[in-house]
């Protein structure tokens, strides 16, 4: 499913967020989108889920315009993932799958075989099967976030959006939830990951747009985008770019 967002633009009463932000991406394809702290990726990302209404622009999936669909019919076509945090109830990660399946019910019914069979269907797909009977809130962070994503995969959605996934994650948990993502777009999902770090839309991304300002600065390949100029405009720092035979690496000029 393709996700086609045409000149977007969004304010918080005189303040302006996104400025005619555009492009559009495809099934089978991660685009990581960059950017430091208050450029707007978190916003768009609410505009796309409907959380914020007020933009101008419009945002289409597979051509049809988000903004003319129920928040149940949206569900069906996008899904968030949000990142891992304490809950207040000790809900097994099964359950917490379950509950993506409820957009498909009508009030007041209850997951039936159909739901629980979807929703054993997402953990398979992430490989955390073994995590069913276990309590959410005595999991990693890693692998709540894979509970995460397994929960928007039980939606049944085919666009799937992650806010800085990682941002609260270890080292380790870092790379497999980033190979998670990779892996959901060589299945056929389409994937918006946000992130700080721009090793990440180099390893893992087969896209990346850098937002400044509220604008697109960058968008193409990662080699295409990441370059030492565009890293000092984004974050004030100087930054070198060195092939190695696993990929490229970003090594920092200054700070040591």
């Keep these: 499913m393709s996700l086609t967002v045409e000149n977007l633009s969004f304010s918080y009463e005189k303040h302006e967020v996104l400025h005619e932000i555009s492009f559009t991406t495809q099934a089978r394809e991660l685009l990581a989108i960059l950017g430091p702290n208050g450029v707007g990726k978190t916003t768009l990302f609410k505009c796309v889920m409907g959380l914020e209404r007020r933009y101008t622009g419009k945002i289409l999936a597979d051509g049809v315009d988000l903004s003319a669909l129920s928040p149940r019919e949206r569900a069906h076509r996008v899904a968030a993932i949000p990142q891992a945090h304490p809950l207040s109830f000790r809900y097994s990660a099964f359950d917490m799958v379950l509950m993506g399946t409820s957009h498909s019910l009508s009030p007041f019914a ?5 739901e629980r069979e979807m929703a054993r269907a997402a953990m398979a797909r992430v490989h955390i099967e073994h995590l069913a009977e276990r309590p959410f809130d005595q999991l990693s962070g890693g692998e709540q976030q894979l509970v995460f ?13 992650m806010d800085e996934p990682t941002s609260s994650l270890d080292y380790g948990n870092r790379l497999l939830v980033l190979g998670v993502a990779r892996d959901l777009a060589r299945f056929g999902y389409t994937v918006l990951l ?4 721009p090793q990440h839309a180099l390893w893992f991304a087969d896209r990346a747009l850098a937002l400044k300002d509220g604008r697109v600065l960058a968008l193409g390949t ?11 405009e984004l974050y004030g720092r100087r930054i070198d770019l060195l092939d ?13």
Aim: hydrophobic share 40%; no cysteine.
């Design 194 to 197: 946000s992130t700080h770090d």
């Design 222 to 232: 990662p080699r295409e985008v990441i370059t030492p100029a565009l890293l000092e």
């Design 110 to 114: 209850v997951p039936g075989e159909k």
């Design 244 to 256: 190695t035979p696993q990929g490229p690496v970003l090594v920092p000029k200054e700070g040591f």
């Design 149 to 161: 994503i397994a929960r928007a995969l039980a939606q049944q959605a085919k666009i799937l959006l």
